[in-house]
């Protein structure tokens, strides 16, 4: 599903609306004729159209970002997948006052890299890592992985951002990301290992263990990369049930 299938992100436009738009026919901007609706939403819809066709123009994803709703904000991702960012830390513990983030790798245009603490990560690598990034995706990020490495490092990552722990629950798929690939299907290399495992790991690290530093950093990794076979997956299954199923009717 596409922003350009979209009708929500104008004043005044709910789901109802949006569906009846749909199973009128009128399932992209370019269908719209000022038939369905009233004239007031009408004038609303077509005002959008003429400046939301000239932010896509500019690759301005913070502004429908700011203009769907937050649990619609998947729909960003067909626009916008091609310099989608995705990534995932690993701490010390959950206080992101107290305690330290110890690897973060990013999955970005087919690359995946890792930064490790004490050797390369630090704010400025951060911040090269995300730079012009359209849209961050994450699992459960913007209460762990986002304020913990802004609060570390200083680094601002205001961009538009899919978290799809939340994403997932709109699909009846809750629990960790380990329990929802499983449950979608998606396999890993390696035996699980949890975020108990990923403390313990570095603990050896830190006292000589170079092989379990080895092994952190590929979990970390496998995180990061199956955040985006998550999001298509994700995303495929929400178009069939928010868009497709409605223009069927």
Same mark, same amino acid.
């Given at each position: 599903?596409?922003?350009?299938?979209?009708?929500?992100?104008?004043?005044?436009?709910?789901?109802?609306?949006?569906?009846?738009?749909?199973?009128?026919?009128?399932?992209?901007?370019?269908?719209?004729?000022?038939?369905?609706?009233?004239?007031?939403?009408? *004038?609303?819809?077509?005002?959008?159209?003429?400046?939301?066709?000239?932010?896509?123009?500019?690759?301005?994803?913070?502004?429908?970002?700011?203009?769907?709703?937050?649990?619609?904000?998947?729909?960003?991702?067909?626009?916008?997948?091609?310099?989608?960012?995705?990534? #995932?830390?690993?701490?010390?513990?959950? #206080?992101?006052?107290?305690?330290?983030?110890?690897?973060?790798?990013?999955?970005? #245009?087919?690359?995946?890299?890792?930064?490790?603490?004490?050797?390369?990560?630090?704010?400025?690598?951060?911040?090269?890592?995300?730079?012009?990034?359209?849209?961050?995706?994450?699992?459960?990020?913007?209460?762990?992985?986002?304020?913990?490495?802004?609060?570390?490092?200083?680094?601002?990552?205001?961009?538009?951002?899919?978290?799809?722990?939340?994403?997932?629950?709109?699909?009846?798929?809750?629990?960790?990301?380990?329990?929802?690939?499983?449950?979608?299907?998606?396999?890993?290399?390696?035996? *699980?290992?949890?975020?108990?495992?990923?403390?313990?790991?570095?603990?050896?690290?830190?006292?000589?263990?170079?092989?379990?530093?080895?092994?952190?950093?590929?979990?970390?990794?496998?995180?990061?990369?199956?955040?985006?076979?998550?999001?298509?997956?994700?995303?495929?299954?929400?178009?069939?049930?928010?868009?497709?199923?409605?223009?069927?009717?």
């Amino acid at each position: 599903m596409r922003i350009e299938n979209s009708f929500i992100p104008v004043s005044g436009v709910g789901e109802a609306t949006e569906r009846k738009l749909w199973r009128a026919g009128v399932t992209h901007w370019d269908d719209f004729d000022g038939s369905v609706v009233g004239p007031t939403t009408a *004038d609303n819809i077509e005002s959008f159209i003429a400046e939301a066709y000239e932010r896509l123009d500019r690759g301005d994803a913070h502004y429908f970002d700011r203009a769907l709703p937050s649990g619609e904000r998947w729909r960003l991702y067909e626009n916008f997948r091609s310099d989608a960012c995705f990534f #995932d830390i690993e701490t010390t513990g959950l #206080d992101h006052q107290r305690d330290s983030v110890t690897t973060v790798s990013v999955h970005r #245009d087919g690359e995946t890299t890792t930064l490790v603490n004490g050797e390369n990560l630090t704010a400025d690598a951060l911040a090269r890592q995300f730079e012009g990034a359209d849209l961050l995706v994450t699992f459960n990020g913007k209460r762990f992985d986002v304020p913990f490495l802004e609060t570390s490092f200083g680094v601002d990552l205001d961009y538009p951002h899919v978290d799809l722990m939340y994403t997932c629950k709109q699909l009846g798929l809750s629990g960790g990301l380990k329990s929802v690939e499983k449950d979608v299907g998606i396999e890993r290399d390696r035996p *699980d290992l949890s975020g108990r495992d990923a403390v313990r790991l570095w603990r050896e690290y830190e006292n000589g263990d170079d092989a379990a530093l080895d092994t952190l950093v590929s979990y970390n990794r496998d995180d990061a990369v199956n955040l985006k076979a998550l999001m298509e997956t994700v995303t495929d299954e929400l178009h069939q049930d928010v868009f497709a199923s409605v223009c069927d009717q």
